[in-house]
Structures are given as C-alpha cells and as structure tokens.
C-alpha cells in the first residue's frame, strides 16, 4: 500500500469531517458528494474510480483492526486518496452510532446522465428498468442489485423517485449504484414516450396486470415499469402500456416492490437471453 496511514484520534478532526454524523447528516445533494460504507461496497467504489465514469474516492475511514485486511484493496486506489485510521471509540463518535463493519468512504459524483442521453447510448437489444415513485432507500437499493444480476442496461426513474446516491440504498445495493447507469428526472409520461419513441416494448408489473408475467415474449428492446410502493402504477399508465402480472396465491394483495422486480426482471432477463 503506498498510501501512508493518518491516524485519528479526535472526531473534530477537520480532515474527517464529511464522514460525521453519517446517520443524520447524509451527504447526498452537497456538491455530488456521497458516503460508501462496507468493505464490498469500497470495492465497488475502487472499480468505478478506476472507470473513469466520473465517480472518484475523496477519502477512507477505517477501524484500526480492518486496516491489514484491506491492504490490498487500498492499492487499487490512487495513493493521492488519503486513507484515515480510527480507533473504536473514535469512528464510533464519528459516525455517530456503532460501526461495526469499520470501513466507510467519501466519494464524489461527477453528474448523472440525462434520460436521453442514457436511453441514447443503449444498443439494439437492450434492458431497461424504469420506475416511478420509489420513495424507500432499501427498496431503491435492492431494485439496483436486481438490475445488476440480471443485466439491465439502464435504469430510468422519474422526479419523483427518492435518490439513489443516498448512503442507506448505496449500501444495499451493494455498490451496483455505483456501476449500474441511471437517470433521475421528468415526468413517468415523458419517460415512456421517449422509451416508445425508441423502439421499447413497455411492461407495466402490476397485480392487475392483463398477462402473465411468463406469456411475456422476448423483443430486443424491453423496458419493465414498476410503481410506487403500496399504491403501484396509476391507471392512467396502466391502460397507455402492456400490462403482466406475477401469479401468487390468493389473499396477498401484491408483492415488496424490491422482490416483484427481481422476479420480473429475471423473467424478461431469461426469455431475452440475458442470464
């Protein structure tokens, strides 16, 4: 590890100062900055660094006894990236609650993709997921872990979507938000018209769906929508789209956002070849 360690030992440490009091104060929305937590997720970080996508390290926090299992992680970062080393008692009052796992990282997003810059940039046979309303951060996080086992393309959410920069749904993900493209923007109408002026094949997941979710036939250009928590999709969207279902037993009204669409997605991912 070339990087030298910097010892902290006191919270009000100005070099630290972006990773206090991570629970209350996340950093999402403060000049693209964002907080990376756990050793999976710092590797994912590594490799989007290494990518050149304009996401980058600032910084890393570590428990003095995660240090020497790490090392060679740290190496897959530039050694410009100052790599801080706490005890317990230390991160803890850092943090601002019990870090047990020991390992977070500051990092900074360049930008996201605008929705037609991202829908522009997909090839021939591609797989998008798209999404309005999702205001949980686990459920927002799991949706990207979905995406990234099973080969979506991109991922489409409209304004009204909760942000998935945020440190809870990064974490959750296990750092597929940070390698799966997405656009956060506009209205679910203007998102589908632009998806059907490209050639999509529009999905609506919904228990009233008109189809079942395995009569879906493959098309080289497939888009899945999913709802809002609780309430779904609209019906106005419903009747303007293709509609499935996912057949369960009876007297459930629907399933966890998150798990419908790892259900669909493998659906569609696996007619269409993808997994």
């Known amino acids: 590890m070339d990087t030298p360690l910097q010892r902290i030992d006191d919270p009000a440490d100005q070099r630290i100062a972006g990773f206090v009091s991570i629970r209350e104060r996340d950093l999402t929305g403060r000049q693209g900055l964002f907080i990376a937590e756990g050793t999976v997720v710092l590797r994912m970080l590594a490799a989007a660094h290494k990518a050149g996508g304009g996401i980058a390290a600032e910084a890393i926090l570590l428990l003095e006894n995660r240090v020497d299992g790490l090392r060679g992680l740290l190496c897959e970062f530039p050694k410009e990236v100052p790599v801080y080393v706490a005890?317990?008692?230390?991160?803890?009052?850092?943090?601002?609650?019990?870090?047990?796992?020991?390992?977070?990282?500051?990092?900074?997003?360049?930008?996201?993709?605008?929705m037609d810059t991202l829908i522009g940039g997909l090839g021939p046979r591609s797989l998008v997921l798209a999404a309005c309303g999702i205001s949980n951060h686990d459920?927002?996080?799991?949706?990207f872990r979905n995406a990234a086992a099973f080969g979506?393309?991109?991922?489409?959410?409209?304004?009204?979507c909760c942000d998935p920069m945020y440190r809870k749904a990064i974490r959750v993900s296990v750092g597929s938000v940070l390698s799966v493209p997405y656009s956060r923007e506009g209205s679910i109408e203007a998102m589908l018209a632009?998806?059907?002026?490209?050639?999509?094949?529009?999905?609506?997941?919904?228990?009233?769906?008109?189809?079942?979710?395995?009569?879906?036939?493959?098309?080289?250009?497939?888009?899945?929508?999913?709802?809002?928590?609780?309430?779904?999709?609209?019906?106005?969207i419903l009747s303007s789209i293709r509609t499935a279902r996912i057949r369960q037993r009876p007297g459930l009204d629907s399933l966890n956002v998150a798990t419908a669409t790892g259900i669909a997605l493998h659906q569609v991912a696996t007619i269409n070849g993808l997994v």
Do not use: C, Y
């Not at 979506?152 to 009204?160: G, K, R, S």
């Open 194 to 236: 632009k998806l059907q002026g490209e050639g999509f094949v529009i999905w609506g997941l919904s228990p009233r769906g008109a189809t079942e979710l395995g009569d879906i036939a493959p098309a080289p250009r497939t888009a899945l929508l999913m709802g809002t928590e609780g309430e779904g999709l609209p019906q106005s």
């Open 152 to 160: 979506v393309d991109a991922i489409l959410f409209d304004e009204t």
């Open 87 to 114: 005890s317990a008692a230390v991160f803890d009052a850092i943090a601002g609650f019990n870090m047990h796992r020991g390992v977070l990282a500051l990092g900074r997003r360049a930008g996201v993709p605008s």
């Open 139 to 143: 459920n927002m996080g799991s949706m």
